[in-house]
């Protein structure tokens, strides 16, 4: 099991930009897929991005390629997502993720291991 913990959320105004971080603990976080998931109000959790374990293979929501960027950090057992040019539209719960493989980010409820969540609000 990996034990998640994201840090980064707030409020930000449309255009602008924000880095969330999720530490993680655990022996097994260099050899897990770690990725996003978000969470508005009324919504269904929706996958945002994914990278593997060494980091070469990354996944993206279409509505946020080329504006958000998924990096980690083996050596820190962090995983990062910078966000720029956010919408409104990017409002939600932002959960850090952590499971086997990328192909277990297809669907929540296949992914092993949750953080808790940071909010991120973007302002028209």
């Known amino acids: 099991q990996v034990q998640l913990v994201e840090s980064g959320g707030g409020l930000v105004q449309a255009g602008g930009s924000l880095r969330l971080s999720c530490a993680a603990s655990?022996?097994?976080?260099?050899?897990?897929?770690m990725g996003w998931f978000r969470q508005a109000p009324g919504r269904e959790r929706e996958f945002v991005a994914v990278?593997?374990?060494?980091?070469?293979?990354?996944y993206y929501l279409d509505s946020v390629k080329g504006r958000f960027t998924i990096s980690r950090d083996n050596a820190k057992n962090t995983v990062y997502l910078q966000m720029s040019s956010l919408k409104p539209e990017d409002t939600a719960v932002y959960y850090c993720?952590?499971?086997?493989?990328?192909?277990?980010?297809?669907?929540?409820?296949?992914?092993?291991?949750w953080g808790q969540g940071t909010q991120v609000t973007v302002s028209s």
């Open positions: 655990g022996r097994t976080f260099s050899r897990a897929a």
């Open positions: 993720a952590a499971s086997r493989n990328t192909n277990e980010f297809r669907r929540a409820t296949d992914v092993a291991s």
């Open positions: 990278i593997d374990w060494s980091g070469s293979i990354t």
